[in-house]
């Protein structure tokens, strides 16, 4: 059997096996269930060598309803007058039909009210096993809950249950587990793996049960860890384009109870970054607003609610002695877009962009990746005005490349656009890596005949981009393979130093 069979085998008996059980929730999906239940599953994200952040969300029934109502299309001029309507009512009786509510639509996954407790516990060690107190989740948060894990080993693969009761008079109704590895530290040598991907939503899933090939596809590269660069979902896409709180997290939740996306979030070690359509709206940028909400108020539910949640919406974190990763932040600090371009114009702000070149300076890991929202290097469309490699950001976009050309074994990975591409810039270091869209479907924006000189590769459709750093004799490798939605290796690149 190929490995096309394998793969296809496996999403057909896969998605069978799962509509059956949606069938059957389905049927009963109006009726009173007991619950709560962990219909997201959970999330891990900002884990370093000693701590990372937990989340989880309550909800009423185990799957969303699949089965739901459809939202009314709006035209574009409908979608441009409500956009600065300031009205809730409006904007969901323009896409809601009548007498239903966002509960009965496709995909809904309402939260819960109710009590959640986690266990964790390294696996070689499960006598050690730390357990927090039962505590409710936060009806105005989405009925979500974060904890922090603190004082975690480096390099340790943890055992996380979490369980869930309705309060303190019922039973445990759910429960819900997974693992995740914590990095080695900067003295060690390990292989390791990664998976970084941009650009995805619900409704460009290219299985319509089951959620994105890729999450599957990437499973079976066994990453340490996966880096989402942003574009998560599409707040201001159709069905339904969310111009108020309750649709983004009505968005959130459909996105997070697809079963791919579910299952692989339980097994892997994880960086959520955002982009323009997870924050706001297309090319957002300070002063916005989409509907009723706020520019402030889509960071924060990002930042502080659907999410992990860090001080900082940036780090870096060393992967072993051969690997160090810088996760940049590109909307909470930068200035308006339409701004004359020159000093001051910034995408980073001046802190994180100081933050970075200090941190970069004084990093002695063997190769370091500068992984941003947006492209640094591009080549992008003429017509874009949003990212460093566009005009109007060319100040900042040139002072970061000469920064980072002084370096050896720096490069750049980027979400945002939707296409796949290695490009080089010759005589100089500068090397980018751009993962593409997460589906086929989802790909565009450049013409696959369009060639530049800086191009090593160009494809012009979905997947996700793999790399793995690892020493063999005198040498550390890392080497980048863009992959498709099934996994298949479409490119390759080596890049080695001696150690
Ligand atoms: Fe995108």
Known sequence: MNNNNAFDLFFNANSLGFLLILLISSCSSNDITDGPYFGNGFHNGWADQHSIVIWTRLTLRPEMNLGGQQFIPLTQEQHSKLRNCRNRDSIHLA?????????????????????VKLKYYPMIDPGVTIETPWEKVDPDKNYTMQWKLEGLEANTRY??????????????????????????????????????????????????????????SMLAT?????????????????????????????????????????????????????????????????????????????????????????????????????????????????????????????????????????????????????????????????????????????????????????????????????????THREGTNLWEFSCGAGSDVHAGGWKQTDLRPEHRFLRVKGGFLAGKVTRLEEKVLLTFQHCDVDGRIVHEEHFETEY
């Open 159 to 216: 055992q996380v249950d979490i369980y869930a009761r309705e309060d303190a008079n019922h039973g445990i109704s759910d429960t819900v587990s997974g693992t995740f590895i914590t990095p080695p530290d900067e003295e060690m040598v390990r292989e390791t793996r990664f998976c970084i991907v941009t650009c995805h939503d619900f409704n460009r899933r290219d299985d319509s049960i089951m959620g994105h090939k890729i999450y599957p």
């Open 95 to 115: 896409q809601i039909p009548d007498s239903l509510t966002l509960d009965d639509m496709e995909g809904a996954c309402p939260g819960a009210t109710g009590e």
């Open 222 to 422: 066994v990453p340490d860890f996966y880096v989402h660069t942003g574009d998560i979902e599409y707040y201001d896409m159709h069905n339904p384009r969310a111009m108020t709180e309750e649709m983004m997290r009505f968005k959130w939740d459909r996105l997070f109870a697809l079963p791919f996306q579910r299952q692989f979030f339980t097994e892997v070690t994880t960086y959520f970054m955002k982009d323009d359509h997870d924050a706001l709206c297309n090319d957002v940028f300070p002063g916005m607003q989409y509907g009723t909400v706020t520019f402030e108020r889509g960071l924060e539910i990002f930042d502080r609610e659907q999410f992990p949640s860090n001080p900082e919406p940036y780090k870096t974190i060393r992967w072993g002695k051969d690997l160090q990763i810088w996760l940049m932040e590109g909307r909470n600090f930068r200035s308006q877009n339409h701004l004359p371009d020159g000093p001051g114009k910034t995408i980073w702000g001046e802190e994180q962009k100081r933050w970075l070149f200090r941190t970069l300076e004084a990093s002695d890991a063997t190769f370091k990746l500068i992984i941003s929202p947006t492209p640094i290097l591009g080549p992008d469309r003429d017509n874009k005005n949003d990212n460093h490699s566009n005009q109007n950001f060319s100040y900042e976009g040139e002072e970061i490349r000469q920064f980072v050309d002084q370096f050896e074994n720096v490069f750049l990975c980027n979400g945002d656009r939707h296409w796949q591409y290695v």
